[in-house]
Each structure stands twice: as C-alpha cells, then as structure tokens.
C-alpha cells in the first residue's frame, strides 16, 4: 500500500493554504484529540490530521471540517 498523494483541500468551502509555507497540497489522517487528560479513557474526540505537502507542517480540525478538492 502507498502514501496517499497530495491533494488541494477546503475548510468551510474554502481553499485550505499552509500557515508556515502556504502549500496548497495536503495528505489527510484520522487523529485523537486526548480532551480528557488520558490517552484511553474513551472520553476523547476524534478530528483531521491534514499535512503540509511541502514543509510538513500538521494542520488540526475537527473531523467533518476539511474536505477534499
């Protein structure tokens, strides 16, 4: 299986650009977001993981907020 390829995405219907480079080419991974203080305490929320192509840089959402295109 290979990496997923980089692809342009939209936040609120808008087009997400990189805050370090301004990329606009990202891969995107489910993450936790530990809001509980314990890494398995199923209290946690789940969110959006989408990555810099070009610096590498990890952008955090909410999951349902980052859209592909």
Same mark, same amino acid.
């Given at each position: #299986?290979?990496?997923?390829? $980089?692809? !342009? #995405?939209?936040?609120?219907?808008? $087009?997400?650009?990189?805050?370090?480079? /301004?990329?606009?080419? %990202?891969?995107?991974?489910?993450? =936790?977001?530990?809001?509980?203080? %314990?890494?398995?305490?199923?209290?946690?929320?789940?969110? !959006?993981?989408?990555?810099?192509? /070009?610096?590498?840089?990890?952008? !955090? %959402?909410? =999951?349902?907020?980052?859209?592909?295109?």
């Amino acid at each position: #299986m290979g990496r997923p390829e $980089p692809t !342009q #995405m939209r936040v609120l219907d808008r $087009p997400l650009t990189c805050v370090v480079c /301004a990329g606009d080419r %990202f891969t995107e991974r489910s993450i =936790t977001i530990i809001t509980s203080g %314990f890494a398995n305490s199923g209290l946690n929320k789940s969110g !959006q993981a989408v990555t810099c192509a /070009a610096c590498g840089y990890i952008h !955090q %959402f909410v =999951t349902g907020s980052v859209t592909p295109g």
